[in-house]
């Protein structure tokens, strides 16, 4: 239940709980639901029921044995935080983040939820909190998450999908921004990226961004990084204005 992850900033993924519903615009073209049915076709006993939330508690020890300090995404497959993930459980993943030492990057849309159960889970600093806002209409989402007990908060912006007139980053610790990728993708637009960034120099808030998503919607069609053997490609690429920008919270390095 943990694999080595192809996403830019973390290195593996660990998945306690699998499966999920749509609840906004940036679910649309969700790319773990598309990867459950795969899964449910190959047989994989974890996902006999395609995309229907399913707790894994057979893999919540997985991170007490790593050897090695590793950066860990937390339910790539799923939303820590559905409606139908027990509190217990969930107090169960945390305990499993608290008495390990790697660091764990949560992601959640439900931030309603995240901010009613936050007073009751242990937010030790090494359990890095965020939450999707894809456009200017979930950008409410900011406000559930700065008023967690996190540790270290930040935001993905991805697949950005519209504009965003107001960004708060007050206790914001990371900015992550993206296009969409995949064979339905919505664009991106440069402007849009740019706003994000420029509130991200204002704050002096580390900026990263992952990828145009395909290459026909990068501005730039000689970037460097479109290209599949360019040590950091993604996909269309990830150069803006000529240049690249992976920044972290906390001074961490990714290996990649």
Known sequence: MATKSSIEWTEVTWNPVTGCDKVSAGCKNCYAERMAHRLMAM????????????LAPQALNTPRSWKTKKVVFVNSMSDLFHE??????IQQVFQVMNETPHIYQ???KRSKRLLELSPSLNWTS???MGVSV????????????????AKVKFLSIEPLIGAIKT????????VIVGGESGPRARKIKKEWIDFVQLRCKETNTPFFFKQWGKKEFNDNPNDETINT??????????????HIYRAMPNSVALAK
Do not use: M
């Open 134 to 149: 894809e456009n200017q209409t979930f950008t409410p989402r900011i406000k559930d998450l700065q008023q967690t007990d």
């Open 84 to 89: 139908k993930v027990p509190l217990s459980y």
């Open 106 to 108: 949560v992601l959640t």
């Open 167 to 174: 960004l708060s980053l007050d206790a914001i610790d990371w």
């Open 126 to 128: 090494n359990i890095w």
């Open 43 to 54: 047989g994989v006993k974890q996902y006999q029921n395609g995309f229907e939330l399913n």
């Open 229 to 242: 053997s360019h040590k950091h490609h993604a996909k269309g690429g990830c150069e803006l204005d000529g």
